[in-house]
Nanobody, 125 residues
């Protein structure tokens, strides 16, 4: 059972960058597709970025495409989200999630069954 711990959140100004990290305890980390999701106050949780277990397949929400970049290091059991050109509307709690997969693809949000506790990202204007 994967346990996930996010880090790297904080308070930044519009236009700044942040790099979120997620450390996984699971020994078979490379068998999990990973994703980043976020939830802003009063809104539903939404998909941000997903990466397949090999790292070869990526998917991004339209709202972050070209600004955010997901990556993973299977040797270190970590996944990262590089966030550039941050906007106030990116303010949210960001969650790391894992989905065990038997092939290299990026599952939909409902298929992620392991979640971290979240890290707050606040972007001021």
């Amino acid at each position: 059972q994967a346990q996930l711990v996010e880090s790297g959140g904080g308070l930044v100004q519009a236009g700044d960058s942040l790099r979120l990290s997620c450390a996984a305890s699971e020994r078979t980390f490379s068998s999990y597709a990973m994703g980043w999701f976020r939830q802003a106050p009063g809104k539903e949780r939404e998909f941000v970025a997903r990466i397949s277990r090999s790292g070869g397949i990526l998917a991004y929400a339209d709202s972050v495409k070209g600004r955010f970049f997901i990556s993973r290091d299977n040797a270190k059991n970590t996944v990262h989200l590089q966030m550039n050109s941050l906007k106030p509307e990116d303010t949210a709690v960001y969650y790391c999630a894992a989905s065990w997969t038997n092939r290299d693809y990026v599952p939909q949000g409902s298929q992620y069954n392991y979640w971290g506790q979240g890290t707050q990202v606040t972007v001021s204007s």
